[in-house]
């Protein structure tokens, strides 16, 4: 029996293939073939042998909706509104991103006015009903859209987060006039309170419903062809897995999908190891994704952006910059280096992968200060071709006043890290969290090159390099849990009459969750998680409080807020009104047992001599293949451990140990 997790990233598609019976992991790696992403797929299934017959489990995660949005895949999307209300997805919050820039312009609205139709109709904020809805009218809307060239057509009604009955009908009324057409109401997609975040996040998910509907639809035909007769699985942006017919309805949950995989797999990973307080650090090809995870939890957010535009569906909170291996190296308009955020991407990539690339990237800097292997073929792939990458770095030393090609090549390295520390302290320093006080999990096809320089930079002492780390994301895939999010907007001050009703909303929510997950067949095997979405009165976003046992007391739960509000801001609000915003409960199916050790054998048995650029020159360190170490081995830096897929350099003052589950644990020495 055997699972399979794909990730198709922007320069390479990862997949992991699991062996149950034999808890063995075997990992591929291919170029990304983004006019066909599932070529590369079949390519990396074809070579590690996979029997698609004999797959029980096939996950796949993918940044495919992401892409759609910020590209602008597909056609524009009607929007059916309360009536008064037309402009209200045009005006946003009237935030200027640049704030004392005199010629800051709005961004373009998500929906053009002739497709924004009005209907009468109205709800307190309360929920309850002030004028039905009138549909008369709304069949006139209908007759209006239907000659229209749009993909499809949300409906955003004000308040229907408390009572979505005028919703349900309108998309009734749709669908059953276009069942083929794509629809969403907000009230399935983000019933939360915040207009103008969810008819944003709705008008999205229309928007890039046809194209994730037909994208999954042939991934699935393709893979029955070649023999799996199982249910795709895809991952979330919260680090669960969803069906494929989920992930249809709600693609707006799968626009972090590939990257919270390597965050759910890190989780995994470090808390078995006995490390539950770590710092993530995922470097690609295209960019770098950093992450914190406390207690062993990933933190968690409903308020980020795509494109410009919010996303308010409930997500692994994920810092992203524009630094991967494939960055581009530049000089700006000061004359100084940077790197990214352009990239070679897989075609024609970085200029030591010989398909015709011209300028230097950070993976061309790392062969030619030794740390990547010039005779071995890049991700299992790629023959490296050091004279096109020196080439590519000598123009780019011309520009700078004729510096020496290495000594560019690691002031490239230097600047990634510089921008990788930066990321890192942003959502450390920012929070009154000190990064020292974590472990950094390194993983991506060039995390573990950066891991040691970029501990150093940042004062951290430990460093964990999981197995498979340039396959983490898809091993992530395969090790998560079945995930459904439900929230529901109450809105009330905290008092202990507001007790009994949270109570309520949280056994409807647990109730729906356990259904949802586990088909109502067995309710023992979910785990639910309770919060309550709580603010002081007058701020405008919420903040969880994970409710393990329901307060007995509206003096309980204000302790509990408290507590929550001085370990995120670093100030506790005693005296201030409180108020209860949502109930959220977040239900996981079984937990997937996966022992990712046993990873291919490509190695020799013992280390090789090699040289390693640094800043006082050229030193001697010693090259090893992880696949050969085993449990209690230790490398004493500088030194470079390769693998399929990844390769982590060992900086001078470091020491490596692997332990009893594979991990290899870096510590400063000496």
Request: hydrophobic letters at 40%; glycine letters at 10%; proline letters at 6%.
């Amino acid at each position: 029996m055997f699972w399979v997790g794909v990730d198709v990233g922007g320069t390479f598609t990862d997949v992991i293939l699991y062996d149950v019976k034999g808890r063995r992991v075997s990992a591929a790696k291919r170029l990304s073939t983004p006019a066909e992403p599932l070529v590369a797929v079949l390519q990396g299934l074809e070579e590690l042998k996979v029997d698609l017959s004999k797959t029980e489990r096939f996950v796949h995660g993918t940044t495919r909706v992401t892409n759609a949005l910020l590209e602008g895949t597909g056609k524009p999307v009607a929007l059916i509104t309360t009536a008064g209300f037309r402009d209200l997805i045009a005006m946003g919050r009237g935030h200027r991103r640049r704030l004392y820039s005199l010629k800051e312009q709005s961004p373009p609205c998500l929906v053009d006015r002739p497709l924004r139709f009005e209907v009468d109709e109205r709800l307190r904020a309360d929920g309850s009903i002030l004028r039905p809805l009138n549909e008369a009218q709304l069949n006139q809307v209908l007759d209006q859209i239907e000659d229209l060239d749009v993909d499809g057509v949300a409906v955003c009604f004000l308040h229907s987060y408390s009572n979505p009955e005028h919703e349900n009908r309108a998309l009734e009324l749709i669908r059953r006039r276009w069942p083929d057409r794509a629809s969403s109401a907000s009230s399935e997609v983000v019933p939360e309170i915040g207009e103008y975040e969810r008819f944003a996040t709705t008008v999205q998910n229309v928007k890039v419903k046809p194209f994730i509907d037909r994208y999954l639809s042939f991934f699935h035909s393709q893979l029955q062809e070649k023999g799996y007769g199982g249910g795709l699985s895809i991952m979330t942006s919260s680090g669960g897995v969803v069906s494929a017919d989920d992930a249809r309805r709600l693609p707006m949950q799968l626009a972090l999908s590939g990257p919270a995989g390597g965050v759910a797999a890190s989780a995994y990973v470090a808390t078995a190891a006995g490390f539950p307080n770590v710092i993530t650090c995922d470097m690609g090809g295209t960019s770098t994704d950093v992450c914190l995870i406390c207690d062993g939890r990933p933190t968690m957010t409903n308020h980020s952006e795509i494109g410009g535009f919010p996303n308010k569906t409930f997500q692994i909170e994920i810092k992203t910059i524009g630094a991967g291996g494939g960055s581009v190296a530049w000089i700006d308009v000061g004359g100084e280096l940077s790197i990214g955020p352009r990239s070679a991407g897989s075609y024609p990539g970085p200029a030591c992968y010989g398909l015709g690339g011209q300028e230097p990237t950070t993976t061309d800097a790392h062969l030619l200060v030794g740390h990547l292997d010039a005779k071995a073929p890049l991700g299992g792939q790629v023959q490296p071709d050091v004279k096109a990458a020196y080439e590519a770095m000598a123009r780019l030393a011309e520009g700078l006043g004729g510096i020496g090609v290495e000594r560019l090549a690691l002031g490239i390295i230097k600047v990634a890290v510089a921008k990788m520390a930066s990321a890192i302290k942003e959502i450390t320093y920012a929070r009154g969290l000190d990064p020292r006080d974590f472990v950094l999990l390194p993983f991506g096809g060039a995390g573990p090159m950066h891991a040691t320089m970029l501990a150093d930079e940042l004062g951290m002492s430990c460093v964990l390099v999981p197995p498979v780390p340039g396959n983490l994301s898809a091993l992530g895939f395969i090790a998560a849990r079945a995930r459904m999010d439900l929230i529901r907007t109450v809105l009330m001050p905290l008092n202990d009459e507001a007790l009994p009703h949270i109570a309520q909303v949280l056994a409807q929510l647990e109730a729906e969750g356990s259904a949802r997950v586990d088909g109502g067949t067995d309710g023992d095997s979910v785990e639910l998680q309770r919060s309550v979405g709580m603010r002081i009165h007058g701020q405008s976003f919420d903040l969880a409080v994970p409710i393990d046992v329901m307060p007995r007391s509206a003096e309980e739960l204000r302790s509990l807020f408290c507590k929550a509000y001085e370990a995120h801001y670093a100030y506790l609000p005693e005296s201030a009104s409180l108020e209860i915003v949502n109930c959220r409960v977040i239900a996981f199916g079984p937990e997937m047992q996966v022992h990712a050790g046993g990873a291919n054998a490509n190695g020799t048995e013992a280390p090789q001599p090699t040289r390693l650029y640094h800043d006082e020159g050229w030193v001697d360190a010693h090259s090893y293949q992880r696949d050969t170490l085993r449990p209690g081995d230790s490398i004493l830096g500088p030194a470079i451990v390769r693998e399929y897929g990844a390769t982590t350099v060992v900086g001078a003052g470091w020491k490596a140990e692997i332990d009893a589950t594979s991990n290899m644990v870096l510590r400063r020495h000496g």
